[in-house]
């Protein structure tokens, strides 16, 4: 069960320079095996600072950054292994996607290991199916298809490295509702089916609370707490002093306690919240 865990972890962007901007301040946190790491953050808070540290493509100034109890940056040539075990999905991947076929940019990495074709074509296929891509779609120029299409294949060209953590970078963004169940529900199912660790950075509360089995808040380059979901968006004060803003479930919920319904705190998706107001209505027949 791989863990990875950063350890006052330190980052400043043009140190030494009047440009110098403290992007990570002490940050420690750890991501486990099998569950959805959520992070929150107003912009400028670190989040995609912190998301190159997870594989290594930014180093701390101090501070580590350890892959099973391992300095990931004490021995640099090690880096390469890193990078197949930790896949980090940017922000608009899809402006990365270059080859002349989906199957063959999806390979790409795969194919980088050193894997066997056939190993390599069962995971181009397995990818596509956990992003939402037929089979009709692997032949196509990337080039060709809709912006939504093109994050897929972005998305599963790191799933078909299998990594045991996969780190994405508001891997919904501007997408429609449909797209961003349909990814989102794809990274759960990799998840289940895998046991991999997964962080996802959004500024999409709802997904957070859909999602996420736990939440980590950035706030200025620190940590200004975590937690399970319910338990981080009950300290909604805090959180609106910070730019960030709770789920409308959660809002509903303030409201219906004021005026006298007893929603539990634990509620913070539109889902469970009217399941639970039709079992109250149902009661009250
Ligand atoms: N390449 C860079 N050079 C200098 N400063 C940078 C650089 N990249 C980020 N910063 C600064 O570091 C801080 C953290 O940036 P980062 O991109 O990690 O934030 P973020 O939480 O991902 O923001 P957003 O929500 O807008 O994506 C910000 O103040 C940003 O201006
Ligand atoms: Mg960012």
New binding site residues.
Partial sequence: MVKIQLENVCYT??PGTP?A?A?LKNVSLSVEAGRITGII??????????VRMFNGLLSPDSGRVLLDGVDINADKKALSSVRCRVGLVM?YPEYQLFDETVEKDIAFGPRNMGLPPEEIAARVREAAGFTGLGEEILSKSPFDLSGGQKRRVAIAGILAMKPEVLVLDEPAAGLDPKGRREILGGLVRYRDTTGAAVVI?S?NMEDMASYADRIVV?RK?ETAFEGAPAEVFARRRELEENGLDVPDAVRIADKLRERGVPVPEEICTVEEEAAYLSRLLSLQK
Avoid: D
């Avoid at 107003?42 to 989040?47: A, E, L, Y």
């Fill in positions: 962007y043009g440009f901007k992007a953050g107003h912009t400028g808070s670190g989040k995609s600072t912190l922000q950075v500024h950035l380059a």
